[in-house]
Structures are given as C-alpha cells and as structure tokens.
C-alpha cells in the first residue's frame, strides 16, 4: 500500500510537465527536462546523508520525516515565483521521493519467507508499475482545469503517507529488526555493486525507449501516435503482469537464470525494432515493445533475488534506486546528445541505434553476470 501510494504523485507530474514549466515560467523545453533530471541530485544528497545516519535512525523515522518534506515541498511548488524556485523544491522533494519508495520495497524485502523474497519484489514492481500507469492518467484528466492541482493532491497523497508511517511505526520499523544482525555491514557488498550496475542499465535503456523512440519513430517514420501509444502501452502492461511470475520463477530456478532469459528478452526485442527498416512500424513496433515488456518484467526482481540481501540497510535498497536513476538521466542526456550531433536521417538512425543498444545491453549484462558467478565462487 506504501509503496503504491508513493509511486503516484510523481508520474502524475508527467502528463502536466509542459504546463508546469514551459507554461507557468516560460522556459525552454530543453530546460523543463531539469525538472525531471533534477531528482538525482536529491536522491544522492540523501543517500550521503544515510551513510552517515544509517545506524542511528529507524526506518519509521526516515519515512515520515521523508513524507513531510514531500508535503512542505509539493506545497511549495505550487507556490515557486521562479524556475530556480522550482528547481530548488523540486530537487529536495527528489530526496524525498527516493525514501518514500525505499523504505516500502525493504519492508516488502524483509517481511516474509527467504524463500519467497524474490516473489514479493516481483508483487513490488507490480504494483509500482500499476500505480504509476495509474498517476499519469489521474494527472492528466485533475491537471486539465488547473495544473497545480496535481501538485495539492500529490501533497495530499504523502500526508496520507506520513499518517499511516506514525500510525503504523513498529510495522514499518520491521526492517531494523531484520536488520540488527547486519548492522556492521551497512553498505553495499560486491554482489550488491554489480547490482547497481544492473539497475542502471536497466533504465538506462527504459530511458532510450520511452524518450529517444518516440522522437525517432514520430521524426523518421511519421508514425501515428495511436499506434505509437498502443505500443507503449502493451509494454508497460506485459511489465506489470508478468513481474509476479519472473519474482515467483526466480525463487524456483534461481536469480541468474531469470535474468539471464530476460536480458536475452530484451536485447532481441531492442535488436528487432532494426526490422522496421523492411517492413512497415505498424508490424515492427507493438511486437518488440511487447516482447521488451516481458524481459523487462523479470529484470528488478531477478537482480534483487540475486544480487541483493534480503536484510540488506535502507543505504543498500537507496543506492539500488539511485543507481537506476543514474543510468535514467545518463540514457535522456545520452540520446539527445546523439540526437543533436549524429547527423544521419531518423530512419537510419533509428535503426543503427537500437541494435546497436540492444547488442551492446545484451553483451554488458553477460559481462555482469559472469562478475557474480565469479563473486559467488570466491564466497564458496
């Protein structure tokens, strides 16, 4: 339910970000990115401070101390005279966002049978998955009178956060309990890096597909913007049904294995998008989209099952999401460079670009791999 709730007030952002920015303060679209970008400055700064407060702060504490500062800062904003008003609210309440999902998915980590963690982390992403297709459509349909309205409701969202962290603090606080005997290993071991590797790849492709590809397929294709849309959305559904199954699946056979198969998934699914240069978009794109969907699916709760510890510190679980928000802003910042400074037509840059990726993440994820059986036979 937490973790639910905290997925929503920032994708229904999302749908009203040009109104938010572009609109209201009269920046350029380029700058609006920052708005969005802005957030791993947040989320690092956090994370500095939890290496040091690690041990001396429970869960229950940081939760609500994180979904008040989502409060005062999503009040704020719609308030902000300027951009650098914005940015500087925005930029605190990015913090705030990475422990408000941080702490539910190590509640979810640490609540339950060892043998079933990787079942529970898939049932996360699944939810998390839902709840943001849920935001962005709240936030387009309450946005449209006013813009600011997605922002009082946002706010709204973390109070109800905040009161069911104070009511609930020896539920949430659950995670210290399971932790207790870790302590002195508060951060992440060799395992748990590559897993940040992981992650980081992992969005950094999310970050190809979901902003490159639009402006490739809608430049070099013309490409109808229902179809355009029908593809997305048969991923983001396959992501959603299928991550409970991939969670349960590596259970049973084993974290490297699950995500094994579903890098292979994905890097097909990225390759053969490069279809497109015979046959027309309308063949090519929802059949890969929805193939990546099902990769995509098995890659977060194969690479929690493998590589992170189910006990593991609130700093362990943040990097995880850091990382990913890394590899996010290096994939948006990586494809509008290339964008502006390769000059090949769309079509054939389109193509070269995504077999390229899908080559390239197939390759460094079995370079990866290989670093944790290795890990593993050092550890035997």
Excluded at 25 to 40: L, P, R, T
Excluded at 246 to 263: Q, T
Excluded at 345 to 365: D, H, I, K, Q, S
Aim: net charge positive; with cysteine.
């Amino acid at each position: 339910m937490l973790l639910g709730l905290a997925a929503v007030p920032d994708a229904m952002v999302v749908p009203m970000l040009h109104d938010l920015s572009v609109d209201r303060f009269g920046v350029s679209e380029g700058a609006a990115h920052g708005f969005m970008a802005v957030n791993i400055i947040g989320a690092l700064s956090v994370i500095a401070i939890l290496a040091l407060l690690n041990k001396r702060i429970s869960a229950s504490v940081v939760m609500m101390l994180a979904a008040a500062t989502s409060v005062a800062m999503l009040i704020a904003m719609v308030y902000a005279t300027s951009w650098s008003m914005m940015l500087c609210f925005r930029l605190v309440e990015g913090g705030a966002d990475l422990m408000l999902s941080v702490i539910p998915i190590r509640m979810v980590a640490a609540s339950g049978r060892r043998d079933r963690y990787g079942g529970r982390m898939g049932m996360a992403f699944t939810v998390m998955f839902l709840s943001l297709g849920a935001g962005v459509v709240l936030g387009a349909i309450l946005g449209k009178s006013s813009p600011s309205n997605v922002l009082w409701i946002g706010a709204g969202i973390s109070a109800i956060i905040l009161l069911i962290s104070a009511i609930l603090r020896n539920t949430v606080d659950i995670v210290n309990e399971h932790s207790k005997k870790h302590l002195a290993r508060v951060r992440l071991v060799a395992k748990e890096w590559v897993g940040a590797g992981f992650s980081a790849l992992d969005r950094l492709i999310s970050a190809l597909i979901s902003v490159t590809l639009p402006l490739l397929l809608v430049s070099g294709y013309g490409i109808d913007r229902s179809t355009l849309g029908i593809g997305m959305a048969c991923m983001f559904v396959a992501i959603a049904i299928f991550a409970t199954p991939a969670g349960f699946l590596a259970d049973r056979i084993g974290g490297m294995r699950v995500r094994l198969l579903a890098v292979c998934v994905c890097g097909i699914a990225l390759a053969g998008l490069g279809l497109m240069h015979w046959f027309p978009p309308e063949w090519v794109l929802a059949p890969c989209l929805l193939l990546n969907g099902i990769g995509s699916a098995g890659l977060m709760p194969s690479t929690f099952s493998l590589c992170v510890r189910r006990e593991a510190s609130t700093l362990v679980f943040s990097t995880m999401q850091a990382a990913g928000q890394c590899g996010y802003t290096l994939g948006v910042v990586g494809g509008g460079i290339l964008l502006a400074t390769v000059s090949l037509p769309p079509e054939t840059m389109f193509v070269r670009l995504f077999v390229l990726a899908g080559l390239l993440y197939l390759g460094l994820n079995l370079l990866l791999l290989l670093g944790v059986k290795a890990i593993q036979r050092t550890l035997a």
